[in-house]
């Protein structure tokens, strides 16, 4: 079946699947693939991805989940997962052995990725409980949205964010750059950049190790942590003014 995927502007060949009832949750585990969950007008599956099991109801009926059939694809895949507007989802997982993953436009509670080798795309997301990313090789590109208690974890790429974070939010990066571009005061954030080896930058201030803010009555933290790489936090206007 040929489908337009409208944000990519191409024609997309896949497989169709709609779902007949309404998840809180979306658990998606698969093995190799390109993925994006997106907006749409009803919950739904278009996949080029072969072995996508046409089972997507969990036992409970709550979860929405995606899950593939042993073995490999000969060629590159697929998947696209939609969700209708104005939904706010009660948890998100998503696992993926090797592929990009890219979440747009999307509202939960708790947003969980964790990814062997690719990169992470999240633009527009809101997670209002808490949030994890976790990355072995790989990039994390976060673009606008919120996020509540937020946890990166990546053992070699980079950490692109301009967003809003609130409560207690923490990055570390083994092995590549943090670049963190806060959309509200620095005023509000008790923040901590550190780095074993490479260089730090914190509110226009420059560093070979460590800066902190000390405002540890803040009503929100960053405390970012890169073991080799520069680690840098600063207001995002500072880059576009």
Not at 174 to 179: E, F, N, S
């Amino acid at each position: 079946m040929g489908i337009f995927n409208k944000n990519k502007k191409e024609k997309f060949s896949g497989r169709e699947y709609f779902l007949d009832f309404s998840p809180s949750e979306i658990s998606l585990d698969i093995d190799s693939d390109e993925v994006e969950i997106l907006e749409g007008n009803t919950f739904k599956v278009v996949t080029s991805n072969m072995l996508i099991k046409n089972d997507f109801r969990s036992g409970d009926g709550k979860t929405f989940k995606i899950r593939q059939d042993e073995g490999r694809n000969q060629l590159p895949t697929k998947t696209f997962v939609y969700f209708p507007e104005n939904t706010e989802l009660t948890k998100v997982v998503v696992t993926l052995r090797s592929g990009n993953i890219t979440i747009k436009d999307l509202e939960c509670k708790i947003l969980e990725v964790n990814l062997h080798n690719g990169n992470v795309t999240l633009e527009n997301v809101t997670s209002s409980n808490s949030s994890s990313v976790v990355i072995d090789l790989g990039n994390l590109y976060v673009k606008d949205g919120t996020f509540v208690n937020a946890n990166a974890c990546l053992m070699k790429g980079n950490i692109e964010a301009t967003t809003n974070y609130f409560g207690e939010n923490t990055f570390y990066d083994k092995q590549g750059d943090i670049g963190i571009r806060l959309k509200r005061s620095l005023k509000e954030y008790n923040i901590s950049c550190e780095v074993e080896n490479g260089h730090v930058g914190l509110d226009g201030m420059r560093g070979t190790t460590k800066l902190r803010n000390g405002r540890k009555d803040a009503a929100h933290t960053i405390d970012a942590f890169c073991q080799t790489g520069n680690c840098t936090v600063n207001y995002f206007e500072q880059f576009y003014n």
